[in-house]
């Protein structure tokens, strides 16, 4: 199995512009996780989905974030518009249901000029 | 409040010798316990987990850690470090059957010629 498919790897770019983090679940797993590293916070737990159900998004830090899952194996995570304080890793991570061992993808790291 | 610490921000350990990473949880019931590493650039890694039973659990990589209830901790460790090894390692609980997975802050691994 590939594992969880982040892309792009890397972005940049310049304030007020939209972002969109994709991420490909590994086959067969069906709950979704959104994290966001920062050196400063440590690995924060953004958004997570099962079955395509959004389930907790208290993470979400602001209405400028949002997150879908148009499939059961895809999701986008969006930034409109970005800010430089949202410069950071995003990772998604998938699972057999929400209890399920979490994998993690390779991120993407986000800088916001 | 239901945590997860990991005492020492930073080790550095000579390659060769033995290692063990720290890790304590504060939940009032035994929760789901995993070990991840993040090479730099990199998604979080799977090393090992322990869910029920035997309190020895081993890894990848020649990981091991065991969980010790009565000190609510689940130390990681390898008996002779290789320089591939350093990385940063995270600890993580998985409460109410894991369906709420916290993360500690993570210890930076170096390692000496």
């Known amino acids: 199995d590939a594992g969880v498919i982040q892309s792009p790897r890397h972005e940049v770019t310049e304030m007020g512009q939209e972002v969109t983090l994709r991420c490909k679940l590994i086959?067969?797993?069906?709950?979704l996780f959104w994290y966001r590293q920062t050196m400063m916070r440590g690995l924060e737990l953004l958004i997570y989905?099962?079955?395509?159900?959004?389930?907790?998004d208290s993470g979400m830090p602001e209405d400028r974030f949002s997150a879908k899952m148009p499939n059961a194996s895809f999701s986008t995570l969006k930034i409109q518009p970005s800010e430089p304080r949202d410069s950071a890793v995003y990772f998604c991570?998938?699972?057999?249901?929400?209890?399920?061992?979490?994998?993690f993808g390779p991120g993407t790291r986000l800088t916001v000029l | 409040a239901q945590s997860v610490t990991q005492p020492d921000i930073h080790i550095t350990v000579s390659e060769g010798a033995s290692l063990e990473l720290r890790c304590n949880y504060s939940?009032?019931?035994?929760?789901?316990l995993f070990w991840y590493v993040q090479s730099p650039g990199q998604g979080l890694q799977l090393l090992l987990k322990?869910?029920?039973?035997?309190?020895l659990v081993q890894g990848i990589k020649g990981f091991e850690a065991e969980f010790k209830r009565s000190q609510s901790s689940f130390n990681l460790r390898k008996p002779s470090v290789h320089w591939s090894d350093a990385a940063e390692y995270f600890c993580?609980?998985?409460?109410?059957?894991?369906?709420?997975?916290?993360f500690g802050a993570g210890t930076r691994l170096t390692v000496k010629p």
């Open positions: 939940y009032g019931a035994t929760p789901y």
């Open positions: 086959s067969g797993h069906n709950s």
């Open positions: 989905f099962n079955n395509n159900v959004p389930i907790d």
């Open positions: 322990y869910f029920s039973g035997d309190t």
């Open positions: 991570a998938s699972s057999l249901g929400i209890g399920g061992v979490r994998y």
């Open positions: 993580a609980v998985g409460l109410d059957n894991n369906n709420d997975m916290r």
